[in-house]
């Protein structure tokens, strides 16, 4: 799915306006019934509704809403906010058409003002600015926005489009923007709503359809997208009858150190639950019982190193020798022994096929700037935000990060994911993706490895890097989401992950055949 800048949402709306029989008002009228909707099955008939409007369309949203929603009996009232001396036209005729109706609806309150104090109960609509914003809100409007803030904590307060003072396309760190419970959007995601700085005004999502014209969706590019469904469907490809344990690839995992083999069991059961043909893992001394017992499916190589592994690059003497493997996760819980840091400088002399590198090997690069320089194009990197700017440096706000990580991807052609509630995606081509799928319940030590498994797996079987990373990803959040829905949030563990990953790869054949 594609996410459009608040100039491309203009002329998407505008477009679906020119070439389909829809008047713009009509199109308002679409998105206010969508909300009112929403509005009704959330919050019953007793709810009283305050609904603040702006002067131009987003405003024009809450009028409407304000009549729909007298129109099915709640005791909603519209507060029109004189923050500019001009009115949309779809606004006005949205205020004729409650004023005719019902006039008793309608409050005026000039510039500089007083806000109502809410009923107690009330529930507020935000629906003071859209994506017409132009600038960082000030003044009153500032003081509205913050007075409405206030109320938070009594009070429910639903966003319409985006919640007001919020900049669709920028960062709005430091800048006064509504807080909502819930925000209405129409049609599409914006990229505000997927960075972190923004998760406390944007509240749950719901994106609400209003048909806006599929061939303007179609046409227009997009450098930002979300994952869906539908395309990891398209992705995955089904075994066929006659594959062998040949057909799926041989993937190396180096991983483990004393007191961290965990990080290297849960990277091996997800790599061999996600179907790598073969697993040979490299692991320090200590932890051959624990990787033998734990992951019977995967064979073992043991370090001189007890404590730490330092020879994992013998495996890799030659360039032919490299091609034993279809591709290399390195990192969970690998520690950073000076040793360890030599190997793996080692190992990049030969292999040159995309690898996964996690958690220790991110901050062994981290501390060896001049070894990014030779991580194999294609591979894939996937840092939290701490590691992220361990390597690359730090930021001044989301957008700005969003820039490195993508600069660094089309400059160096690797596959940069950034983790998060809606991990970022960076690939070769500038792009960007984010994923949905996942819940707080994975914030939990070790799911990061069954990520590095999971992605491991999906390059040793022959799907791209990107197919990869779009694929891994998506099915570590839903296979997540399993989890979550059978042993809660709190209680799942990162094993659970991996067990529920047999859920996901089902949903995925379920949805093949549909
Ligand atoms: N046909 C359409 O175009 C549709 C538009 N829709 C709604 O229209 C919205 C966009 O409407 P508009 O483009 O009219 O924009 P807005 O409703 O966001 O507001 C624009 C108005 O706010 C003023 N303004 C901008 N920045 C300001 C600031 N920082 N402080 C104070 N005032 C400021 C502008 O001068 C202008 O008067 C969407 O977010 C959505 O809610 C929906 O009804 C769907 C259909
Ligand atoms: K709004």
Known sequence: MKIFTAQQIREADAYTIRQTPISSLDLMEKAAIACTAWICRHYSEYTPVYVYCGLGNNGGDGLAITRLLRNRGYDAHAYVLHHSSKASADHTANRNALQQQYPSAIHDIPENGLLPQPDAQALIVDAILGTGLSRPVEGWTAAVIGQLNDLKAAHEVVAIDIPSGLQADASSLNTTVIRADHTLSFEFYKLAFLLPENATFVGDICILPIDLSPDYIAQTPSRFHITDALQIKNIYRPRKPFSHKGTFGHALLIAGSEGKMGAAVLSAKACLRTGVGLLSCHIPGCGYDIIQIS?????????????????????????????????????????????????????????????????????????????????????????????????????????????????????????????????????????????????????????????TGILTSLLAQGYTPREAMLMGVWLHGLSGDHAAAERSEEAMIAEDIVEFLGKSFLELRRRLSC
Not at 329 to 354: D, N, S, V
Not at 374 to 396: D, M, N, Q, V
Not at 412 to 431: C, E, V, W
């Open 295 to 451: 992951s019977p499916g995967a064979m073992c190589f043991i370090d001189e190193q007890k404590d730490h592994s330092s020879s994992f690059h013998t495996h890799i003497p030659n360039a032919e020798a490299a091609a034993k493997y279809k591709t290399i996760g390195i990192g969970p819980g690998l520690g950073t022994a000076a040793g360890t840091c030599w190997a793996f400088e080692k190992l990049l002399e030969h292999f040159h096929q995309p690898m996964v590198i996690d958690a220790d090997a991110l901050n062994i690069l981290g501390s060896s700037p001049a070894m990014l320089d030779k991580i194999p194009p294609g591979s894939l990197l996937t840092p939290h935000p701490k590691e992220f700017e361990r390597l690359f440096g730090k930021t001044a706000n989301d957008v700005e990060r969003l820039e490195l990580l993508s600069a660094n991807a089309v400059k160096r052609k690797l596959n940069i994911l950034l983790k998060g509630r809606y991990t970022a995606m960076a690939f070769p081509d500038g792009s960007i993706w984010f994923n949905t799928t996942g819940n707080p319940g994975m914030a939990t030590g070790g799911s990061g490895d069954v990520l």
